[in-house]
Protein backbone atom coordinates (compact mmCIF):
# COMPACT_ATOMS: atom_id res chain seq x y z
CA UNK A 1 0.00 0.00 0.00
CA UNK A 2 1.49 3.16 -1.19
CA UNK A 3 2.02 5.82 1.97
CA UNK A 4 0.00 8.60 2.01
CA UNK A 5 2.27 12.00 2.23
CA UNK A 6 1.35 13.64 5.67
CA UNK A 7 0.67 17.42 5.56
CA UNK A 8 1.61 19.88 8.63
CA UNK A 9 -1.56 21.72 10.00
CA UNK A 10 0.23 24.91 8.28
CA UNK A 11 -0.57 23.14 5.49
CA UNK A 12 -3.97 22.40 5.57
CA UNK A 13 -4.85 25.86 6.81
CA UNK A 14 -2.93 27.16 3.70
CA UNK A 15 -5.01 24.86 1.36
CA UNK A 16 -8.16 25.48 3.03
CA UNK A 17 -7.14 29.60 2.34
CA UNK A 18 -6.57 28.89 -0.92
CA UNK A 19 -10.04 26.92 -1.52
CA UNK A 20 -11.74 29.70 0.14
CA UNK A 21 -10.05 32.37 -1.98
CA UNK A 22 -11.05 30.21 -4.91
CA UNK A 23 -14.09 29.84 -4.20
CA UNK A 24 -15.27 33.49 -3.35
CA UNK A 25 -14.47 34.62 -6.57
CA UNK A 26 -16.81 32.58 -8.34
CA UNK A 27 -19.68 34.02 -10.22
CA UNK A 28 -22.58 32.91 -11.27
CA UNK A 29 -23.84 33.08 -14.03
CA UNK A 30 -27.37 35.56 -14.25
CA UNK A 31 -30.46 34.12 -16.35
CA UNK A 32 -31.55 37.23 -18.85
CA UNK A 33 -34.43 38.66 -17.75
CA UNK A 34 -36.84 41.12 -19.43
CA UNK A 35 -39.08 41.82 -16.16
CA UNK A 36 -35.57 42.92 -13.24
CA UNK A 37 -35.62 46.71 -14.65
CA UNK A 38 -39.72 47.10 -14.92
CA UNK A 39 -39.77 49.42 -12.20
CA UNK A 40 -37.48 51.60 -14.34
CA UNK A 41 -37.99 50.27 -17.74
CA UNK A 42 -41.85 49.83 -17.87
CA UNK A 43 -44.70 51.48 -20.56
CA UNK A 44 -45.78 53.86 -18.16
CA UNK A 45 -45.96 57.62 -18.70
CA UNK A 46 -44.50 59.27 -15.41
CA UNK A 47 -48.01 60.46 -14.51
CA UNK A 48 -49.44 57.42 -14.94
CA UNK A 49 -47.39 55.53 -12.42
CA UNK A 50 -47.69 57.80 -10.34
CA UNK A 51 -51.93 57.51 -10.52
CA UNK A 52 -50.94 53.69 -10.52
CA UNK A 53 -49.05 54.03 -7.02
CA UNK A 54 -51.84 56.35 -5.68
CA UNK A 55 -54.47 54.12 -6.39
CA UNK A 56 -52.58 51.28 -5.12
CA UNK A 57 -51.82 52.83 -1.90
CA UNK A 58 -55.50 54.46 -1.17
CA UNK A 59 -57.01 50.78 -2.22
CA UNK A 60 -54.62 49.26 0.98
CA UNK A 61 -55.34 51.81 3.27
CA UNK A 62 -59.21 51.23 3.09
CA UNK A 63 -58.81 47.74 3.42
CA UNK A 64 -55.73 47.75 5.57
CA UNK A 65 -55.51 44.12 4.61
CA UNK A 66 -53.41 41.49 7.54
CA UNK A 67 -52.27 39.18 4.52
CA UNK A 68 -52.12 40.88 1.12
CA UNK A 69 -51.02 38.60 -2.31
CA UNK A 70 -49.28 40.43 -4.64
CA UNK A 71 -49.50 38.32 -8.02
CA UNK A 72 -46.93 39.69 -10.63
CA UNK A 73 -45.34 41.23 -7.82
CA UNK A 74 -41.91 41.80 -10.19
CA UNK A 75 -39.06 43.31 -7.75
CA UNK A 76 -41.54 44.33 -4.65
CA UNK A 77 -42.09 47.89 -5.68
CA UNK A 78 -45.94 47.80 -5.10
CA UNK A 79 -45.71 45.39 -2.52
CA UNK A 80 -43.37 47.56 -0.34
CA UNK A 81 -45.85 50.20 -1.22
CA UNK A 82 -48.77 48.38 0.11
CA UNK A 83 -46.21 47.60 3.34
CA UNK A 84 -46.15 51.74 3.59
CA UNK A 85 -49.70 51.81 3.14
CA UNK A 86 -51.26 49.78 5.65
CA UNK A 87 -50.22 46.06 4.93
CA UNK A 88 -49.44 43.84 7.87
CA UNK A 89 -47.90 40.61 5.79
CA UNK A 90 -47.38 40.22 1.76
CA UNK A 91 -46.77 37.53 0.26
CA UNK A 92 -45.57 37.81 -3.48
CA UNK A 93 -45.53 35.74 -6.78
CA UNK A 94 -43.48 36.25 -9.66
CA UNK A 95 -42.58 34.09 -12.83
CA UNK A 96 -38.60 35.70 -13.02
CA UNK A 97 -36.23 34.18 -10.95
CA UNK A 98 -33.91 37.49 -11.07
CA UNK A 99 -37.10 39.85 -10.66
CA UNK A 100 -37.98 38.09 -7.50
CA UNK A 101 -34.21 37.97 -6.11
CA UNK A 102 -34.21 41.50 -6.00
CA UNK A 103 -37.33 41.45 -4.52
CA UNK A 104 -36.35 39.54 -1.52
CA UNK A 105 -32.61 41.63 -1.54
CA UNK A 106 -35.11 44.61 -0.98
CA UNK A 107 -37.23 42.73 1.49
CA UNK A 108 -34.17 41.20 3.50
CA UNK A 109 -32.11 44.81 3.44
CA UNK A 110 -34.67 46.49 5.14
CA UNK A 111 -36.08 43.57 7.14
CA UNK A 112 -39.73 43.96 5.51
CA UNK A 113 -42.50 41.82 6.17
CA UNK A 114 -42.49 40.57 2.74
CA UNK A 115 -41.71 36.92 1.25
CA UNK A 116 -41.05 37.17 -2.71
CA UNK A 117 -41.52 33.66 -4.12
CA UNK A 118 -41.03 32.42 -7.63
CA UNK A 119 -44.62 30.76 -9.03
CA UNK A 120 -45.79 29.97 -12.17
CA UNK A 121 -49.40 30.64 -12.55
CA UNK A 122 -50.47 28.00 -15.04
CA UNK A 123 -48.50 25.56 -13.36
CA UNK A 124 -48.76 25.69 -9.93
CA UNK A 125 -46.56 23.93 -6.79
CA UNK A 126 -49.50 21.19 -6.11
CA UNK A 127 -50.20 18.93 -3.18
CA UNK A 128 -47.29 16.66 -2.62
CA UNK A 129 -45.83 13.84 -0.77
CA UNK A 130 -47.46 11.03 1.01
CA UNK A 131 -51.17 10.79 0.48
CA UNK A 132 -51.14 13.96 -1.36
CA UNK A 133 -51.42 15.81 2.26
CA UNK A 134 -48.16 16.33 3.13
CA UNK A 135 -47.44 19.50 1.74
CA UNK A 136 -50.51 21.72 0.74
CA UNK A 137 -50.42 23.19 -3.17
CA UNK A 138 -50.57 27.00 -3.89
CA UNK A 139 -54.61 27.30 -3.50
CA UNK A 140 -54.44 25.21 0.21
CA UNK A 141 -51.62 27.46 1.08
CA UNK A 142 -52.14 30.85 -0.06
CA UNK A 143 -55.46 32.19 1.22
CA UNK A 144 -55.72 36.02 1.63
CA UNK A 145 -58.23 38.30 2.82
CA UNK A 146 -56.79 40.83 0.03
CA UNK A 147 -54.86 40.63 -3.24
CA UNK A 148 -53.46 42.64 -6.09
CA UNK A 149 -52.67 41.46 -9.72
CA UNK A 150 -51.50 44.80 -11.28
CA UNK A 151 -50.79 44.25 -15.43
CA UNK A 152 -50.98 40.27 -14.60
CA UNK A 153 -53.96 39.42 -16.34
CA UNK A 154 -52.44 39.56 -19.89
CA UNK A 155 -49.81 37.11 -18.88
CA UNK A 156 -52.40 34.72 -18.48
CA UNK A 157 -55.30 35.67 -20.98
CA UNK A 158 -53.02 36.44 -24.30
CA UNK A 159 -49.75 34.81 -23.05
CA UNK A 160 -50.95 31.32 -22.42
CA UNK A 161 -54.15 31.35 -23.79
CA UNK A 162 -56.39 31.24 -20.53
CA UNK A 163 -60.28 32.11 -21.30
CA UNK A 164 -60.88 35.21 -19.25
CA UNK A 165 -63.71 33.95 -17.10
CA UNK A 166 -61.40 30.79 -16.05
CA UNK A 167 -59.01 33.46 -15.06
CA UNK A 168 -61.71 35.13 -13.04
CA UNK A 169 -63.06 31.85 -11.98
CA UNK A 170 -59.44 31.06 -10.62
CA UNK A 171 -58.35 34.09 -9.18
CA UNK A 172 -61.74 35.42 -6.80
CA UNK A 173 -61.29 31.98 -5.08
CA UNK A 174 -57.48 33.30 -3.56
CA UNK A 175 -59.07 36.49 -1.87
CA UNK A 176 -62.46 38.35 -1.03
CA UNK A 177 -60.50 41.47 -1.38
CA UNK A 178 -58.68 42.63 -4.63
CA UNK A 179 -57.67 44.58 -7.28
CA UNK A 180 -57.09 43.83 -10.81
CA UNK A 181 -54.96 46.31 -13.51
CA UNK A 182 -56.08 45.49 -16.69
CA UNK A 183 -54.05 47.14 -19.63
CA UNK A 184 -55.18 48.33 -22.92
CA UNK A 185 -54.81 46.89 -25.88
CA UNK A 186 -52.50 50.03 -27.20
CA UNK A 187 -49.87 49.25 -24.18
CA UNK A 188 -46.64 48.15 -26.23
CA UNK A 189 -46.16 45.46 -24.63
CA UNK A 190 -49.47 44.01 -25.31
CA UNK A 191 -49.24 45.13 -29.34
CA UNK A 192 -45.57 43.06 -29.07
CA UNK A 193 -47.38 40.23 -27.63
CA UNK A 194 -50.26 39.99 -30.33
CA UNK A 195 -47.66 40.89 -33.20
CA UNK A 196 -47.72 37.56 -34.25
CA UNK A 197 -51.65 35.80 -33.50
CA UNK A 198 -55.24 36.82 -34.38
CA UNK A 199 -56.42 39.03 -31.91
CA UNK A 200 -59.20 37.09 -30.42
CA UNK A 201 -59.68 38.68 -27.13
CA UNK A 202 -62.20 40.81 -25.33
Avoid at 15 to 42: A, P, T, V
Avoid at 99 to 128: G, R, W
Avoid at 160 to 181: A, C, R, T
Wanted: hydrophobic content about 35%; overall charge positive.
Amino acid sequence: MQNLKKYSRLSYFGILNQLRGWISKIEFKKDKSIWENYSKEHTYRDNEFDKKKEIVGNFINKVKPKKLIDLGCNTGDFSILSLDSGAENVVGFDFDHNAITEAYLKSSKKKLKFLPLVFNAVNPSPNQGWMQIERKGFMERFKSDTLIALAFEHHLIIGKNIPMNQFFDWISKISKNGLLEFIPKRDPTIQKMLEYRDDIFD
